[in-house]
């Protein structure tokens, strides 16, 4: 995508150590690419990726939690990893912070176990959504549809499956995302 359809539009990245690098650098680059403004927001001012159960690079923080509003971003991206997933869902500030956007009917992306975030977040009870297979049963019991597909679209959601289906999440993301545009522009 060339063409800057994303321009204006900030877009948070919540995530922590255990992050799996793929599904949050091709994502950002792509939203990037796409003439967003991406800002890494977690607890501490390093994370530690992963590639899948090996330990990768530290990547640098731009933001820290605790000081991150909702009301300075457009859209959230949600990138996967089972242990930055299950970490994450307990920060009381990452769990406001989606509950805000959500409140506020912006968009969110979300792939393979960072739906566990908005399980705990208390939003995914009437949603239609996809995740990590081993999702499934927490989704459903917290009152949520789970599909396995690559992509799914819901209202102001868009999640998907694991790092294979990342070029259809991306696409997916960045069409929902443009939606939020307008909105962007006018601040």
Known sequence: MNDLVLKGVRVAILATDG???VELTIPRLALEEAGADTVLVAPKSEIQSM???????????????EDANPEDFDAVLLPGGALNSDKLRMETAARE?????NAAGKP????CHAPW?????????????TSYYTLQDDIRCAGGEWEDREVLVDRNWVTSRKPDDIPAFDREMRTLFAKTRSRAETR
């Open 19 to 21: 992050v799996e690098k």
């Open 51 to 65: 590639r899948h159960d090996d330990k990768d690079e530290r990547l640098a923080v731009d933001l820290a939690l």
């Open 97 to 101: 912070i989606v509950q805000q956007i």
């Open 108 to 111: 969110i992306a979300a792939i």
């Open 117 to 129: 975030l908005l399980v705990s977040a208390k939003l995914v009870k009437g949603r239609r959504l």
